[in-house]
């Protein structure tokens, strides 16, 4: 296969490559943005894309964040690539924060509280629970073993419902500040690079006048 990989990679080393890319998470944000800089689009549509990607960060539809973010970038006619670029904006120095803040507004908003500590460690045993009720369940299916949602409808109740709900402020808030960042920056960028490649023109033109006259 054309993109197959000569060196198979263990599973500890694609979890550690996740949560820390070769040359680290400086590199991988240079690579992102200047791959955005170059998509062939303009500021505004690519920007959309942007608002899309960073946005779809907010929320809690894990694993699913590129279809997320390429629905709402056609919906608001972004640039469907910068938008999977843009989900970059959640990674494993961000999680964290984003969902603080998204749980946090999520249940102020809802009126609710958080039972157990939803914020703290427990957080992760929710997860476990509803991943653990999810595997449970399926093999239920094919077996005598009795369904138990327990664990998911409290996932639901305390951590997903709050995380939707709660991560459209502050995903909304950081989206529109990264696309009005982003337009002028893309828009100069752009401009700059059309410059460049016209001096570059001008350049082989003279170049074959002069082998011309000769």
Not at 30 to 42: A, F, G, M, S, W
Not at 158 to 165: A, D, K, L, Q, S
Request: aromatic share 14%; net charge positive; hydrophobic share 45%.
């Amino acid at each position: 296969m054309i993109f197959k990989r000569r060196d198979r990679r263990t599973l500890a080393e694609i979890v550690g490559r996740s949560l820390y890319p070769r040359g680290g998470w400086a590199r991988a944000f240079e690579y992102v943005k200047h791959r955005v800089r170059r998509l062939p689009d303009t500021p505004e549509k690519i920007s959309r894309g942007i608002w899309a990607g960073v946005f779809t960060s907010f929320t809690p539809f894990f694993g699913l964040h590129f279809v997320v973010a390429a629905i709402i970038a056609k919906v608001m006619r972004g640039n469907i690539p910068a938008a999977l670029l843009a989900t970059f904006f959640g990674n494993p120095l961000t999680y964290l924060p984003i969902a603080v803040s998204s749980l946090t507004a999520g249940h102020f908003l809802l009126g609710t509280r958080p039972k157990n500590g939803a914020l703290d460690t427990s957080l992760g045993d929710k997860f476990a629970g509803a991943w653990a009720d999810l595997w449970q369940n399926f093999l239920a299916v094919f077996t005598t073993q009795k369904m138990d949602w327990h664990g998911l409808a409290l996932f639901y109740d305390e951590v997903f419902f709050p995380y939707m709900i709660g991560g459209i402020i502050p995903g909304v808030i950081a989206a529109t500040v990264c696309y009005y960042v982003s337009v002028p920056l893309i828009s100069a960028y752009q401009n700059r690079r059309r410059k460049l490649l016209r001096a570059k023109l001008d350049q082989l033109k003279k170049k074959s006048t002069l082998t011309d006259d000769l």
